[in-house]
């Protein structure tokens, strides 16, 4: 109620804590009247951030877009993003509204805001420090109303800098540069993954390296988490109390520990949320494994944070952050001292931290992903160890590498270590077929994780006790990952056509005998591919096509070809050769390339494959947006006919390229539509109506910066009667056929 920014809910929290309060007199009870008061507090808040939101000029002049020159000074760490088809590469940072000259009058302001560039101004912002205080002309544009900053500024030009950085934020500065540079003799992973685990700078981990660690669960160790954090503490708390350091001394030591780690990663609000997460931990240990005030404190950090950001109620991120720390708190401790009976209690510590917050956030992760991250667990267990030495080790090669930079590369050497060590297991895990098992994130579901989470605990102290027991454990979870669970329902025996969930691309699975099927484009993800595949008990992809040679249609080509008994590539002869042909040829060289045009036909088991049209790469347009829009227009469109089921996959076509279809072979009549470029607003209404289709399916990735699927072209199939699938909302979707009638499974 207190976030939802509108009076009308506002004003029935107001009421529901008076009523609280008049029952808590009623009875003299203490515990209604502290409910009463909390309760009021939030709605105060709430109801001064709505008034301030409705009566700041700033919010206005965002909504009507207008133009200005703002001074401004960037905080935090900026963000970036390559191009990625006809997007343009970006920058993005937090900043500190100084002032803006719009409409003839400056304002000034404190607010937070953030500010984007994109194109030839991207080089101008990108070079500025945190602290630069910089001019320039923007756009105004409004924010989410649950986001921290009020209002967005999308530069119309390069910055010019108004004042450097302040000392503190140049010093931060300094020691974060110093930090890479002690880091620069490690070898490129290490290297990168240094200092993203110290202060969260993930800015040069590669882009294979970051999806191998988000498809493993140890994205959270380079975001600055709250359960990151409070490892690091257990590990400091440990070499401290070996030292003698004790009582007071101790929490003053972790909480200088905290304040450093706080300053060096900016001061954002995730790393503030995880600093108040990390407080907990350190209570936690300070109160020596009192559960009673370790729950208060993690109460106390949760109201602190609510009632001065009241959109944190509504976070993900802060709920996985307050269930991590709950799990530390509570089981972090026992399990510890169970373990530590067959095993060094460091190493104890280290195993039961991680376990203890992988099962407490387990339940939210999957109802948010709609997975179960089997690989997760076992890569946390696996880097807690090393996470804390890790992160401890380059705190201090930070702190040395002003002062003195080579023994500050010895420090950097041994967090090295044990980054390679993260990396090794990143890159073991993902290869597991389980590494992420797609999961119902319906109620049912989510219940059933509930339940097994709580099953594990309630046996995890004495299953831990015995070095027996937890190895049986362990080799059940790897025998588990080997072969990975079916949610339940998935996959229905009888699918005859599977749209995979790929993520931002197209991977589709046509059904030709009992452990093998067809392949229609790649997806941009191998591993995806390979859960998929994995899931469904393909062991054999005789035939692959692949409508054109964007990245998120072809690079999951290596996995199909790789130990499927691949016989045959198809491809489109109408894209011009270029990195995507080219990943291609090295993926099929055992098998080579076959080029089809219209009037072809592939056939495989039960499968036909007839390709409808191909717009030739002479009526291509070039250019910048031009090229990637022709590459689109130049993709394979094919109707594929399998167990009486007819299915439309016209690749990432667009107007102009539908048109040609629709010339070319206007009979496009189909049982099911692969809706074209992932459901873009680049739709020709015909082409949709020539499918004649009954079920539109929108091969998706989940928040993708493109806004696909188009709200105007989910309305257009709708009108046209067929039933629309996503797979970033249900997993992978699964057609077969129940007489006349088509059945459509979803994963979840």
Request: charged share 15%; with cysteine; proline share 6%.
């Amino acid at each position: 109620m207190a976030t939802s920014v509108e009076s009308g809910w506002l004003t029935l929290g107001v009421l529901v804590s008076v009523a609280i309060a008049a029952v808590a007199r009623r009875r003299r009870s203490w515990a209604l009247a502290a409910v009463a008061l909390v309760v009021l507090g939030c709605m105060a808040t709430g109801w001064a951030r709505w008034w301030w939101r409705g009566h700041d000029p700033l919010v206005g002049l965002a909504a009507q877009q207008a133009v200005g020159v703002a001074e401004l000074t960037i905080v935090g760490t900026p963000r970036t993003g390559e191009r990625q088809g006809v997007r343009p590469p970006w920058w993005s940072s937090a900043a500190r509204l100084q002032s803006v000259d719009v409409r003839g009058e400056q304002l000034r302001s404190g607010a937070l805001v953030r500010v984007s560039a994109n194109g030839d101004a991207i080089a101008g912002w990108a070079a500025l420090a945190p602290g630069t205080r910089v001019r320039a002309t923007v756009r105004l544009a409004p924010a989410e109303p649950d986001e921290a900053e009020i209002v967005l500024l999308r530069a119309r030009e390069g910055p010019a800098v108004v004042a450097p950085p302040a000392p503190l934020d140049a010093a931060v500065e300094a020691v974060r540069a110093g930090l890479r540079s002690s880091a620069a003799h490690l070898d490129p992973e290490p290297r990168a993954l240094v200092p993203a685990l110290v202060v969260g700078d993930t800015s040069a981990m590669p882009s294979d390296l970051v999806d191998r660690f988000k498809v493993v669960g140890l994205t959270h160790l380079t975001a600055v988490s709250g359960a990151n954090l409070t490892l690091l503490l257990a590990f400091l708390g440990t070499v401290a109390r070996s030292c003698g350091v004790t009582g007071w001394w101790l929490r003053g030591l972790l909480g200088l520990g905290v304040v450093g780690f706080v300053l060096l990663c900016h001061a954002e609000p995730s790393v503030v949320r995880a600093a108040a997460m990390g407080l907990v931990g350190l209570a936690a240990l300070g109160a020596g494994g009192a559960g009673g005030r370790a729950v208060r404190a993690l109460c106390v950090a949760v109201l602190v944070i609510v009632f001065v950001d009241p959109p944190m109620a509504r976070s993900a991120g802060f709920a996985l952050s307050v269930l991590a720390s709950a799990g530390i708190v509570a089981w972090s401790r026992p399990w510890t001292d169970a373990l530590a009976r067959w095993l060094p209690r460091v190493l104890a510590e280290g195993l039961a931290t991680p376990l203890a917050a992988q099962l407490a956030t387990q339940p939210l992760v999957t109802l948010l992903s709609g997975q179960i991250s089997l690989a997760g667990l076992v890569a946390n267990l696996a880097a807690g160890p090393l996470v804390g030495p890790a992160t401890v080790l380059g705190f201090l090669a930070a702190t040395l590498a002003l002062p003195l930079l080579p023994l500050a590369a010895v420090f950097t050497t041994g967090a090295g270590w044990c980054a390679q060590g993260l990396c090794w297991i990143a890159r073991l895990g993902e290869l597991f077929p389980a590494a992420a098992v797609a999961w119902p994130a319906t109620p049912i579901g989510v219940a059933l994780v509930l339940g097994g989470c709580v099953g594990l605990v309630l046996v995890m102290p004495r299953l831990l006790r015995s070095a027996w027991w937890a190895a049986a454990a362990g080799l059940l979870l790897i025998v588990t990952l080997l072969r990975p669970p079916s949610p339940p329902g998935w996959p229905p025996a009888d699918w005859l056509v599977v749209f995979c969930d790929v993520g931002q691309g197209d991977a589709t699975l046509l059904r030709v005998g009992p452990h093998a099927a067809a392949l229609v484009d790649a997806g941009p993800d191998p591993a995806k591919l390979r859960s998929c595949l994995s899931g469904l008990g393909v062991d054999t992809v005789p035939l692959a096509v692949l409508t054109h040679f964007h990245a998120d249609h072809i690079t999951g080509i290596t996995e199909a070809v790789d130990g499927h008994h691949t016989r045959a590539v198809a491809v489109s002869s109408a894209t011009s050769p270029g990195f995507g042909r080219a990943l291609v040829e090295r993926a099929a060289a055992g098998v080579g390339l076959t080029t089809v045009r219209p009037g072809s036909r592939l056939d495989a088991g039960q499968l036909s494959i007839e390709v409808l049209a191909e717009r030739t790469t002479e009526t291509v347009p070039t250019g910048d947006e031009g090229e990637s829009a022709g590459e689109n227009d130049g993709s394979l469109v094919m109707r594929a006919s399998v167990g009486g089921i007819r299915v439309l996959l016209p690749g990432d076509v667009q107007e102009d390229g539908q048109r040609n279809a629709l010339m070319t072979c206007p009979d496009l009549a189909v049982d099911v539509l692969l809706v074209p470029h992932h459901g873009s607003g680049h739709q020709l209404p015909e082409f949709l109506a020539a499918s004649r289709a009954s079920v539109a399916v929108f091969s998706v990735g989940a928040d993708n910066d493109y806004g696909h699927p188009a709200a105007r072209t989910q309305s257009a199939v709708r009108d046209l009667g067929m039933r629309v699938s996503r797979t970033d909302q249900q997993g992978s979707i699964a057609i077969s056929k129940s007489g006349d009638a088509l059945l459509v499974t979803t994963q979840r």
